[in-house]
């Protein structure tokens, strides 16, 4: 599975954006994918999962109520609803893929693409 995120860029604070991960491989469909972010100087953290069929999702605390996952395997993509942003939000966000259920661990994720910067000023 190759991994592809777009969709960033600088915004104001409360606005929002929405990220893509496109993937390729015939396995996409049957993967779970998260979004993990790292800010300058900080580790990387994790931001929310989504299994196979979309069903089940999970959010870190900090995003939770304002940024939505949601998938569409048809187009093999993820997507990032991210409203309400924080300057806080400011990151390189980065999707990645594994073949088996969702995890908030990213060493269990074994595919991941390049990120996409979003950056939100106050």
């Known amino acids: 599975v190759q991994l592809q995120a777009s969709g960033g860029g600088l915004v104001q604070a409360g606005e929002s954006l929405r990220l893509s991960c496109v993937a390729s491989?015939?396995?996409?469909?049957?993967?779970?994918v998260a979004w993990f972010r790292q800010a300058p100087g900080k580790e990387r953290e994790f931001v929310t999962t989504i299994n196979w069929s979309g069903v089940t999702t999970a959010y870190a605390d900090s995003v939770k109520g304002r940024f939505t996952v949601s998938r569409d395997n048809a187009k093999n993509s993820v997507y990032l609803q991210m409203d309400s942003l924080k300057p806080e939000d400011t990151a390189l966000y980065s999707c990645?893929?594994?073949?088996?259920?969702?995890?908030?661990?990213?060493?269990?994720?074994?595919?991941w693409g390049q990120g996409t910067q979003v950056t939100v000023s106050s």
């Open positions: 491989g015939r396995t996409f469909s049957g993967a779970a």
């Open positions: 990645a893929a594994r073949l088996y259920g969702t995890s908030r661990y990213e060493w269990e994720y074994q595919y």
